[in-house]
């Protein structure tokens, strides 16, 4: 067998049989049976291997040695799986200086023991990227996850079965030293989308006539929700690097962009970011800002005064089908929303935390007769102190 780092030797003596002094120079046990490359957890790589034992009844000395290898070695374990109640694990030492331990294993037979050897190795890279294509309309994409396995940790694979913590496991493949590979692990071919345009009062210019000369546009994304009408929602998809297409409708395919997502949980979503839109505008004003005294000082100043404010909002569809506008608004300090309407009815808000507010907003396709417009408004009081 190829290898560059594990040898695993025995030595077979009598139960009572004094210890070597010293190192011994030891036979090779047999290549690895099974060999499992666990990545479920993002900053270690846990191996699993098998092999198989010839014991001895009485006391066996087994050689684990591994030079040039990126091993932690307090990481090193061995279990016996044929015969755990005759085959007992007595101790372990680790020679002075050297990368390697010996086991001391007893068993009151002579048996083929199939054992299991894990340990953390170091030096083993995980990148996982997604590639997105949209159906000419953009209402879902065919998704697939891929795993690039990068390999410098000195040691030599040459079958193993790769598990990351969600996606089919992978084959057995081989993966040498200094060798990368790409690999599939999850495909679902029609996964609905929402396309989502997101106007965040914080980034973007509440009136863009005024801005008219720098073209200012609303970021579009592609909304996926992990979940089962998905086709996903088995397991919480890892984050990495999408790469966003489209079909063009005939035959190829546009490259839209890419972005960068985050862990997504089971019934959680993801909003991939593929562009800039000038179809939808939205023109923010604050109609009033009023200053309602409520505490003076012995000196008869305002220390403690509340604000009296009103936004409203303009929002036009230019485009020729209907879209979902997602809006942010930020309200610093501590405040108390009095009236919230959209088209002069009450409407619902995602209060994300203690200052932002997140509005869904549906609008219709334009018309012959111009855009389509929706207006929120927004009335609040704010407490405010005077330093």
Request: glycine share 6%; with cysteine; aromatic share 8%.
């Amino acid at each position: 067998m190829k290898t560059r780092m594990i040898i695993l030797v025995l030595v077979i003596g009598a139960m009572f049989a004094p210890f070597a002094q010293g190192r011994t120079k030891l036979v090779a046990l047999p290549e690895r049976d099974a060999t499992i490359i666990r990545l479920d957890n993002p900053n270690a790589t846990l191996i699993e291997e098998e092999r198989v034992l010839t014991l001895q009844k009485g006391l066996n000395k087994v050689d684990f040695s591994w030079k040039a290898v990126s091993i932690d070695a307090d990481s090193i374990r061995l279990t016996v799986l044929d015969h755990p109640d005759k085959v007992k694990l007595l101790n372990v030492s680790y020679p002075p200086g050297e990368p390697a331990l010996v086991w001391e294993i007893a068993s009151d037979g002579d048996y083929a023991e199939t054992v299991r050897i894990s340990y953390l190795l170091r030096n083993i890279d995980r990148l996982v990227t997604y590639k997105a294509i949209a159906d000419k309309e953009e209402t879902q994409v065919n998704l697939k996850s891929y795993l690039v396995l990068r390999n410098f940790s000195g040691e030599d694979f040459e079958k193993a079965r790769v598990l990351l913590d969600y996606g089919e496991p992978k084959d057995e493949l081989g993966i040498d030293h200094e060798e990368t590979k790409r690999m599939l692990f999850l495909k679902s071919p029609e996964v609905p989308i929402t396309k989502i345009w997101t106007w965040d009062a914080a980034k973007l210019p509440w009136d863009p006539e005024e801005l008219e000369h720098r073209n200012i546009g609303v970021p579009v994304s592609y909304r996926i929700v992990n979940e089962d009408k998905s086709g996903l929602g088995e397991f919480a998809m890892a984050g990495g690097k999408a790469r966003l297409f489209q079909d063009d409708g005939s035959g190829s395919t546009i490259f839209l962009g890419e972005d960068n997502t985050a862990l997504i949980p089971v019934g959680q979503k993801t909003e991939l970011y593929v562009g800039d839109s000038r179809d939808i505008v939205v023109t923010q004003r604050k109609m009033k800002d009023d200053k309602i005294p409520v505490h003076k000082n012995n000196k008869d100043q305002v220390v403690l005064y509340k604000t009296n404010e009103v936004i409203t909002a303009k929002i036009e569809n230019f485009k020729d089908k209907p879209a979902t506008l997602t809006m942010i608004q930020h309200i610093g300090g501590q405040w108390e929303m009095k009236e919230c309407t959209l088209d002069g009815k009450k409407v619902k808000y995602n209060r994300k935390d203690a200052s932002t507010l997140e509005f869904e907003i549906e609008l219709e396709a334009r018309s012959d007769d111009g855009p389509a417009e929706r207006n929120l408004k927004m009335h609040y009081n704010r407490l405010n102190v005077r330093p």
